[in-house]
């Protein structure tokens, strides 16, 4: 297994992803030299979930290609192994991915040093130089080392003095502070310029209820984002950001205008005049009519009841209103409680209560007057 290998394997343009993982799959079985990976064709295909098919097709590409060769055989227990060998140089060749080639732009180094063995000799017995330990004793300083004078005094020496670096001018920042709970948004035309110029394209009243939103907002704001130096530029910030929502809402027939003021509520009008037959009432009918005045109410007594005639008859008592709707309301809203005041005013159970309409007085006939 050659992690330099493997690494130099992703560090390439292979060509395709399944070159990249057949080369990484082969450095991974490889030594450092490139040498050593012996493995059958369908013990590749299993391990990397290609088909055999695929696994020959893609190593034979990497023979034509200059970056694999095959050095011999091995006995295996159904017949031979091809012996496989990386070649390093060849490798090394191909030209970085992209995250590759900037560091190297930057660094200068195109690649990570890869072992290469010293075939001199063989001390190990495997073909393969065995690596010298590095010495632990400490290198000697050379002459010219040992000569030069101390970093200090070779500036000194050549009349050089260190410059202080410039100091740079702090920044003068502004104290913030809250937004006043009297805060008044400012007119249009302060504001600032790009903002100034899309309020000039809001409907009415749109801005008056984005100032109130932007002032509700800031007020219940308790962390210290909510410390402003300049509040009319946050205004026009706020405007900037607001200004699709706005206009948008525009397109979809919002209105942002305050609605009509509602009129005062005007005093329903004078009672209905006195029926006809109100003349006819008793004294049971006045004490009829303080009872329902108590019961009632001044308002309902006097819009539906006051001008009524309460007229007691043998066996009924008829109520006779000034339209048959009065006399259709009176009869649905009221007809228990004038009941009830009614049996209170006799002393007796009334039969029944009546509900009509007073009959409408003819016009007088004019004739004509001949001459």
Known sequence: ???????????????????????????????????????????????????????????????????????????????????????VDALLSLPLVGCWERKARFTGVNSSPVKRPDRSRSDTGTGVAATPKPSLEPFPLSSADADDPPHEEKGAQHGKEERPAPKRKARERKPGHRLPPDWEAPAPEDLPPVAARLVAQWPDGAYEAVCEAFKLNWLAETRAIGCKSDWTAALGKWVNTDHPRVMHAKMRGVSFAPPPAARPAVASA????????????????????????????????????????????????????????????????????????????SGSVVGRVVFQAEASTPAPRQEAVGG
């Open 1 to 87: 297994m050659s992690n330099h290998l493997i690494t130099e394997c992703y560090k390439r343009k292979l060509g395709s992803v399944t070159r990249l993982a057949m080369m990484a799959y082969l450095a991974d079985k490889a030594a450092d030299c490139g040498g050593g990976i012996y493995a059958s064709k369908q013990t590749m295909a299993d391990e990397l979930d290609l088909t055999k098919k695929t696994v020959i097709t893609t190593i034979q590409g990497l023979i034509a290609d200059g970056l694999l060769i095959a050095v011999g055989t091995k006995p295996c227990a159904n017949g031979h192994t091809v012996d496989y060998a990386i070649v």
């Open 270 to 345: 004078l009672p209905p005049a006195p029926v006809r037959a109100k003349s006819r009432e008793d004294g049971r009918s006045a004490r009829v009519h303080a009872a329902l005045e108590q019961e009632l109410g001044p308002t309902t007594y006097s819009s539906w009841v006051k001008g009524a005639a309460i007229l007691f008859g043998e066996d009924a008592v008829t109520v006779v209103c000034a339209s048959p709707f009065a006399a259709g309301w009176v009869e649905n809203n009221l007809a228990i409680q004038i009941g009830a005041a009614v049996a209170a005013a």
